[in-house]
C-alpha cells in the first residue's frame, strides 16, 4: 500500500538559510499534519491542513510557513534557520478533517543546522 | 506542561514477559487515545487505539486497558520479544478537534533475548 512520502529524507543547511521540506499524503487523503520531533523527545504538532486550508495550528514559529497544494502534497517552508531547528520532521496525512481515519506518518526528513 | 504524562521513561523486559507502559491526562475532552510505535529514523506507527466509552482493546499481543474516571490508561505487551524494542508514545486528540495529536514523552524499551 502506498505510503506517506517526504524529502529529502536528509537535509543539511547552514543558520540563516532557507529549507522547503515536501509531503505527498497517500492517494486520496486530504488532510496533512506537521511534526518535529527533537533528539530524544516527543513530536511536537507545528501545522494541518485540511483540504488545502489550514485546519489548525500549533508552535510553529513565526520563521515557518506551510501549504497544501491542489494535488494534496504540502510543504514546510522555513527561513533564517537555527542551530535549534535541527530535528526531525515528520509528515502525517489522514482522510477526513478529524484525523481519525487512517491518521499514518512518514518516514521524517532530518534537518541538520549547522 | 506536558498535557499527555508517560512512564516510565525506559523499560527492560526479558524475552516473553510483559511490558507495562503507563499514560496519564487532565483533559477530559481528550475522546481518542492512540499508542505509536516507532524506530529508530523512521515515522511513529499505529499500534492501537481506544476511545473512553471502552475500558479495554486488544489486539495481538497489545492491549490496551483505559480507566476513565482516573484518566490514565496503559499499554500492555504480552509475550515481549526483541523485535518489540522501541520507543512508545501515548497520544491523545480532542473531540471534534482537527486531528491535532498531543504526545507523551516516550518509553524506551528493550526486550532483552
Known amino acids: 500500500a502506498a505510503g506517506v512520502i517526504q524529502s529529502p529524507r536528509h537535509l543539511i543547511k547552514e543558520k540563516r538559510e532557507t529549507a522547503t521540506l515536501k509531503c505527498y499524503p497517500i492517494p486520496r487523503h486530504d488532510t496533512v499534519y506537521w511534526y518535529q520531533q527533537g533528539p530524544g523527545q516527543d513530536p511536537q504538532f507545528l501545522i494541518s491542513f485540511y483540504e488545502k486550508m489550514q485546519s489548525d495550528k500549533g508552535s510553529i514559529p513565526d520563521r515557518f510557513s506551510a501549504q497544501q497544494f491542489s494535488d494534496y502534497h504540502s510543504e514546510l517552508n522555513m527561513s533564517s534557520l537555527e542551530l535549534g531547528d535541527s530535528a526531525l520532521y515528520f509528515c502525517?496525512?489522514?482522510?477526513?478533517?478529524?484525523?481519525?481515519?487512517?491518521?499514518?506518518f512518514g518516514s521524517g526528513t532530518r534537518l541538520t543546522v549547522v | 506542561q506536558q498535557q499527555v504524562k508517560q512512564s516510565p521513561q525506559s523499560l527492560i523486559v526479558q524475552k516473553g514477559g510483559i511490558s507495562i507502559i503507563n499514560c496519564a491526562y487532565e483533559n477530559t475532552a481528550f475522546d481518542y487515545f492512540p499508542w505509536y510505535q516507532q524506530f529508530p529514523g523512521k515515522g511513529p506507527a499505529l499500534l492501537i487505539a481506544i476511545r473512553p466509552d471502552v475500558s479495554e482493546k486488544k489486539e495481538g499481543r497489545f492491549t490496551i486497558s483505559f480507566n476513565k474516571s482516573a484518566k490514565q490508561f496503559s499499554l500492555h505487551i504480552m509475550d515481549s520479544q526483541p523485535g518489540d524494542s522501541a520507543t512508545y508514545f501515548c497520544?491523545?486528540?480532542?473531540?471534534?478537534?482537527?486531528?491535532?495529536?498531543?504526545f507523551g514523552q516516550g518509553t524506551t524499551l528493550q526486550v532483552k533475548p
Open positions: 497520544a491523545a486528540s480532542l473531540s471534534g478537534n482537527t486531528g491535532k495529536l498531543i
Open positions: 502525517a496525512s489522514s482522510l477526513g478533517g478529524t484525523g481519525r481515519n487512517g491518521y499514518t
